[in-house]
């Protein structure tokens, strides 16, 4: 699996939108970039994720660059329930493959 | 939305002793689990892959005799710790994949936090 690079820590206004990179500069043809968020002490909740084109759906959006070696994931009015760690994983999507998951950013949004 | 349960949602045991921690996929069927294990202020880190009907395939470092998984059906796979020690209290977490969906999405149980005391 290609490794993320993702930012720490990010903080956010509450109403504004969040906008969290993620880099996947070895992300391989068949590989899907996903973002889980985990807010404390549950397991992770699934976002959104893309192959090639932007992805969007009643969460999140999902912007890849062309050449996908790096995408960004946006929530378009952050509340304070958004406020978790967010996971940026590039991963096949196949029966039998597990996620892989790096240190994610810490979103913290404030009011 | 499938759903993925687990259960005990906390437990705490003594040093010695073992527990068993359940999961189970209530809504789809899934030939495949995963076992997560979650130290504070750190990432999940995979345990092992648990496959229905055969052997769970275990990653470089985790001991296969210390954690049994057992996966007996399409709906439900069990991590046994033995002898458990202080150092296993933990965050478990479990994740599933609907073996009847063409999109292989991962769904994540709630969690089992352990404590050995």
């Known amino acids: 699996d290609a490794k993320t690079t993702q930012p720490t820590s990010m903080d956010c206004a509450e109403g504004r939108a969040a906008n969290l990179p993620c880099n996947h500069s070895?992300?391989?043809?068949?590989?899907?970039v996903y973002w889980y968020r985990q807010i404390h002490s549950q397991g992770p909740q699934y976002i959104i994720h893309?192959?090639?084109n932007n992805e969007t759906n009643e969460m999140a959006s999902l912007i890849i660059t062309e050449d996908r070696k790096s995408s960004t994931l946006i929530l378009p009015h952050a509340t304070l329930r958004d406020t978790a760690v967010y996971y940026c994983?590039?991963?096949?999507?196949?029966?039998?493959?597990?996620?892989?998951f790096g240190k994610g950013t810490t979103l913290s949004v404030s009011s | 939305g499938a759903v993925v349960s687990q259960h005990p949602s906390r437990v705490i045991c003594k040093s010695g002793t073992s527990v068993k921690i359940e999961c189970r996929s209530l809504?789809?069927?899934?030939?495949?689990m995963f076992w997560y294990r979650q130290f504070p202020k750190q990432s999940l880190m995979l345990m092992a892959t648990?496959?229905?009907?055969?052997?769970?395939?275990?990653e470089q470092g985790v001991e296969k005799d210390k954690f049994l998984i057992n996966h007996a059906s399409l709906t439900l796979s069990t991590l046994t710790v033995t002898s458990a020690h202080p150092e296993d209290s933990s965050f478990y977490i479990c994740?599933?994949?609907?073996?009847?969906?063409?999109?292989?999405?991962?769904?994540f149980g709630p969690g089992t936090r352990l404590t050995v005391t």
């Open positions: 994740s599933a994949i609907n073996s009847g969906s063409n999109s292989y999405e991962q769904y």
């Open positions: 070895t992300i391989s043809g068949n590989e899907y």
């Open positions: 893309g192959l090639k």
């Open positions: 994983i590039a991963a096949e999507s196949q029966a039998g493959t597990a996620l892989i």
């Open positions: 809504d789809f069927q899934a030939t495949t």
């Open positions: 648990s496959n229905e009907g055969s052997k769970a395939t275990y």
